[in-house]
């Protein structure tokens, strides 16, 4: 954490602002050896008013309250690393069960309440859990009030299941009134760009992809505080490489594998997505460099192994 950015801050806090979004950097670890580095902003700074407070149960949110007491919120530069997520798989069950527990005494009590039942939802996706989340999301957006930020987050997560299910045009429809609802924001494009890719639409989903790209460069503060959806920046490049590839835009997914590897070298989707490229332009040598390397980096991918065996025997025309 940066302390003195902070005292920076709120030496020169403008009346306007009620509330700060502070850079939170979270770590997890791949189930191929990996680790991926997400950057998010947060609210987790904010005025001392008895009439801003924290609601809900768990996951507790301030920024409906300061938007009823006529506040905005800010960027800031002030960072800092959360740890709560790099857990081993049966801590982070165990820390889901309890959250479950927790908002669905908090339903009995309230079972209307379209906050808890959206967090109840999410919390049954991480549990694996679909069938259950979207009974929860979808009753989120029956009881949840017109203006409420929770709404656009519903229909995000519901598309996330949707998607999971195969139910791709559904997804989309959820995503798009997501949208209509808070333009400025990267968690419906990402919905987007999965859903059209599986339908095989390149074109939309590239054009999905290169939105989501946007607003992870220039994220907006509402969609920030409503909960936006954010991957390393390594992956966001491997999508629109992938989808370029498939638009046979050679050239232009090459550059995007490169740019995704200047974040991450090690990312193994841009390795192998320049080794595609490289096969595909008859370069089987440099193929198999690309693929030796990604798989020295992930001996247990089985798909690098296979793909590795395949451009060795592949016979140039």
Do not use: H
């Given at each position: 954490m940066n302390p003195d950015q902070v005292?920076?801050?709120?030496?020169?806090?403008q009346t306007s602002t009620g509330g700060f979004?502070?850079?939170?950097?979270?770590?997890?670890?791949?189930?191929?050896g990996g680790k991926d580095v997400f950057t998010t902003n947060l609210l987790r700074l904010f005025r001392n008013r008895e009439n801003i407070q924290?609601?809900?149960i768990i996951h507790e949110q301030v920024l409906e309250s300061i938007f009823r007491s006529g506040y905005e919120v800010a960027y800031t530069t002030i960072h800092f690393l959360h740890t709560g997520y790099n857990l081993?798989?049966?801590?982070?069950?165990?820390?889901?069960?309890?959250?479950?527990?927790l908002l669905s005494k908090a339903l009995e009590r309230k079972p209307n309440d379209a906050y808890n039942l959206m967090q109840?939802?999410?919390?049954?996706m991480a549990l694996g859990k679909n069938d259950e989340a979207e009974k929860d999301l979808t009753l989120?957006?029956?009881?949840?009030?017109?203006?409420?930020?929770?709404?656009?987050?519903s229909l995000n997560y519901l598309g996330i299941v949707q998607f999971q299910r195969k139910a791709y045009i559904e997804a989309i429809e959820n995503a798009e009134k997501s949208l209509s609802i808070l333009p400025k924001q990267g968690f419906a494009q990402f919905i987007l760009g999965e859903c059209y890719t599986e339908l095989q639409n390149y074109q939309k989903a590239l054009q999905a992809y290169l939105e989501f790209e946007k607003c992870s460069n220039s994220p907006d503060p509402l969609a920030s505080v409503a909960g936006e959806y954010t991957i390393p920046k390594e992956q966001i490049y491997f999508r629109i490489g992938r989808?370029?590839?498939?638009?046979?835009?050679?050239?232009?997914?090459?550059e995007i594998f490169k740019l995704g590897l200047t974040f991450n070298k090690k990312e193994a989707g841009c390795l192998v997505g320049l080794a595609d490229i490289a096969l595909k332009l008859g370069k089987k040598q440099l193929a198999i460099q690309f693929l030796e390397y990604a798989l020295k980096l992930y001996p247990l991918r089985e798909d690098i192994q296979v793909f590795l065996q395949t451009a060795k025997s592949y016979t140039m025309l």
């Open positions: 005292l920076r801050t709120l030496n020169n806090v979004l502070i850079s939170v950097q979270s770590f997890f670890e791949r189930a191929d924290f609601e809900g081993s798989p049966t801590s982070m069950v165990s820390k889901q069960e309890r959250n479950l527990q109840r939802g999410k919390t049954y989120s957006l029956k009881y949840v009030k017109n203006d409420s930020i929770v709404t656009p987050q989808t370029c590839t498939m638009l046979r835009d050679y050239k232009k997914a090459e």
